[in-house]
């Protein structure tokens, strides 16, 4: 799943599930209904120590009654075997306390020499919140037929999280269950820390395919978001992740 996660999302252990920012928009469509403004992100990872694996993607999202609309494009890959993914999110508030997103997008998988494949790829996604303290979030991603069959390269995956926020000072504390039908389950557990408004650090561990991972957020003049992960993996070693979201008015 490092592949689709975000630079905020990779310092935090790559957590999904309560995630708020649009950046994981595709695994975690929900996201969408706490747009104030229409927003631009574009995310960059390397995989330093995998063969020159890169990937680039840029998402717009905007604002509508009770919820907003989001867009997709994503590339993956090196030039032997590449991913090229594209979508469309939509999310509605059901309540003060529930929020509902669903993602449709196309999955290009193709490796040099063997071809390509395209496969229907469908997320779907609830939050909601217990008290001003405690959110929870659901997420499955690649809800298709294609994707509960363990020989498929689109396996479906599900994210199981619950976030804990204090105010003074302000931190969040992230744990979060992920489970697919080829890999065991992962726990994760993550802290975000502001020292203010506009800065913040962050640092997590998960469990299984065994990460560590830090990151940090700086928001410039309430328009710009920039966010810089980096995690380490046993297989994929060290891989570093930049991201950035322009709203169209202060955030």
């Known amino acids: 799943m490092i592949s689709n996660t975000s630079a905020r999302s990779v310092g935090l252990a790559s957590s999904v599930a309560t995630l708020d920012d649009i950046t994981v928009l595709q695994m975690n469509p929900s996201v969408l209904t706490d747009l104030h403004s229409m927003q ?39 030039d032997v075997y590449r991913i090229l993914n594209g979508g469309v999110s939509y999310a509605i508030r059901l309540s003060n306390s529930l ?22 790829d ?32 689109n396996p479906t995956y599900l994210f199981v999280g619950v976030k804990y926020t204090a105010l003074t000072p302000t931190w969040s504390l992230y744990t979060e269950i ?19 408004p506009s800065i913040s650090f962050r640092t997590g561990v998960m469990t299984s395919s065994y990460q560590i991972s830090g990151g940090m957020g700086c928001l410039v003049k309430k328009r710009v978001k920039i966010d810089i992960g980096s995690s380490w ?7 570093t992740q930049v991201g950035i979201v322009f709203s169209s008015k202060p955030k």
């Open 178 to 196: 992920e489970k697919s039908v080829i890999t065991p389950i992962r726990m994760k557990i993550a802290c975000e820390y502001f020292i203010s």
């Open 40 to 78: 631009i992100g574009l995310q960059n990872v390397s995989f330093i120590t995998s063969v020159g694996i890169e990937k680039n993607e840029v998402m717009l999202a905007i604002p509508i009654q009770k919820g907003g609309v989001g867009v997709f494009l994503q590339k993956t890959g090196n």
């Open 233 to 239: 993996q046993p297989i994929l070693g060290f891989s």
């Open 99 to 120: 929020r509902l997103g669903v993602c449709l997008g196309d999955k290009n998988t193709a490796i040099k020499n063997y071809g390509s494949r395209n496969l229907l």
């Open 122 to 153: 469908v997320s779907i996604a609830i939050q909601g919140t217990l008290t001003d303290k405690i959110t929870y979030g659901i997420s499955v991603q690649s809800l298709n037929v294609n994707g509960i069959k363990e020989q498929n390269v």
